[in-house]
């Protein structure tokens, strides 16, 4: 199947060389919705984007790792995400979505297929805050497994939800640079409290989703991800956040990969985002 020959055809190759072992620290395959059905409850549908099309991007951009986020659309059955981890387990790791049912031999099925943390949301438009007792067992359940947690917050909630992150007994990577508009500038309250979070010596923040919180060419959202990368040089990662879930516009990845020296200017600064980080976090050879 050459899932790759149309949406390929659509998108240029990046001026920015990626250096060996990049990472794509945040994307999704979604189906084919007839081998890997959509959750009911699902929020929205999105077009099928199989691991053969997520495989194609990474070579065309020069990818040679990659962390697959469970999105939401998929609910708690992570077969989808296993499946492509399996492919190359070298290379892919994974984020799952679990709730109360999953026991501990679940978790160890996910451990050995690849996965080394859990999500929640909390954005309004995808359902709100999680039952907080099922987030504070599924914490309990991780804690001791070498995992972390992803939040994926609106920007709004990252102050007033500050005091509950500062508890969590292990590390926690907050999505999409917390979802900060980037029209709103370094000194708005969402990116405060961001950056005072990333203070935490377990906080981890992904520099992608400049399509989320900026327009084309993006130019906004450069001084918020820059901040963010010279907060905590050590604990930024980037993705694409391929293929884009609930989007404003069609993105081009390699728009996304040419801003990365413009979040970090230096050859060092560039491998640890891109290399050095994922590599500790996730367990890379």
Same mark, same amino acid.
């Given at each position: 199947?050459?899932?790759?020959?149309?949406?390929?055809?659509?998108?240029?190759?990046?001026?920015?060389?990626?250096?060996?072992?990049?990472?794509?620290?945040?994307?999704?395959?979604?189906?084919?919705?007839?081998? +890997?059905?959509?959750?009911?409850?699902?929020?929205? !549908?999105?077009?099928?984007?199989?691991?053969?099309? $997520?495989?194609?991007?990474?070579?065309?951009?020069?990818?040679?790792?990659? /962390?697959?986020?469970?999105?939401?659309c998929h609910g708690t059955d992570n077969a989808a995400m296993l499946d492509a981890i399996a492919s190359d387990p070298a290379c892919y790791r994974g984020v799952? =979505?679990? *709730?109360?049912?999953? !026991?501990?031999?679940?978790?160890?099925?996910?451990?050995?297929?690849?996965?080394?943390? /859990?999500?929640?949301? +909390?954005?309004?438009?995808?359902?709100?805050?999680?039952?907080?007792?099922?987030?504070?067992?599924? %914490?309990?359940? %991780?804690? !001791?497994?070498?995992?972390?947690?992803?939040?994926?917050?609106?920007?709004?909630? =990252?102050?007033?939800?500050?005091?509950? =992150?500062?508890?969590?007994?292990?590390?926690?990577? =907050?999505?999409?640079?917390?979802?900060?508009?980037?029209?709103?500038?370094?000194?708005?309250?969402?990116?405060?409290?961001? %950056?005072?979070?990333?203070?935490?010596?377990?906080?981890? %923040?992904k520099v992608c989703g400049a399509e989320r919180i900026a327009l084309p060419p993006y130019d906004q959202a450069v001084p918020i991800a820059r901040a963010l990368?010279?907060?905590a040089p050590e604990r930024v990662l980037w993705g694409t956040d391929f293929p884009h879930p609930n989007a404003t516009h069609q993105a081009d990845e390699a728009?996304?990969?040419?801003?990365?020296?413009?979040?970090?200017? *230096?050859? $060092?600064?560039?491998?640890?985002?891109?290399?050095?980080?994922?590599?500790?976090?996730?367990?890379?050879?």
């Open positions: 199947m050459n899932v790759q020959a149309g949406f390929l055809a659509r998108r240029r190759r990046p001026r920015f060389q990626l250096p060996p072992g990049a990472c794509d620290a945040h994307c999704h395959v979604f189906g084919p919705g007839l081998r +890997f059905p959509y959750a009911p409850n699902r929020r929205y !549908t999105p077009p099928d984007a199989p691991k053969e099309m $997520l495989r194609a991007l990474h070579d065309h951009l020069g990818v040679a790792r990659a /962390v697959i986020v469970q999105a939401s799952a =979505i679990v *709730d109360d049912g999953f !026991t501990e031999a679940d978790y160890d099925a996910l451990h050995a297929g690849g996965v080394r943390g /859990v999500r929640f949301n +909390f954005v309004k438009h995808l359902g709100g805050a999680p039952d907080q007792g099922v987030f504070a067992r599924v %914490i309990d359940r %991780i804690k !001791t497994r070498g995992w972390h947690v992803v939040l994926h917050l609106d920007a709004p909630d =990252i102050a007033p939800l500050s005091a509950m =992150i500062r508890q969590l007994p292990l590390p926690f990577v =907050i999505d999409h640079m917390g979802r900060v508009p980037a029209a709103a500038g370094l000194e708005q309250p969402g990116l405060r409290a961001l %950056i005072e979070l990333s203070r935490l010596e377990n906080c981890w %923040i990368v010279e907060a728009d996304l990969v040419d801003l990365v020296p413009r979040y970090a200017p *230096d050859a $060092l600064a560039q491998r640890r985002l891109l290399v050095d980080n994922p590599a500790r976090l996730y367990g890379f050879g």
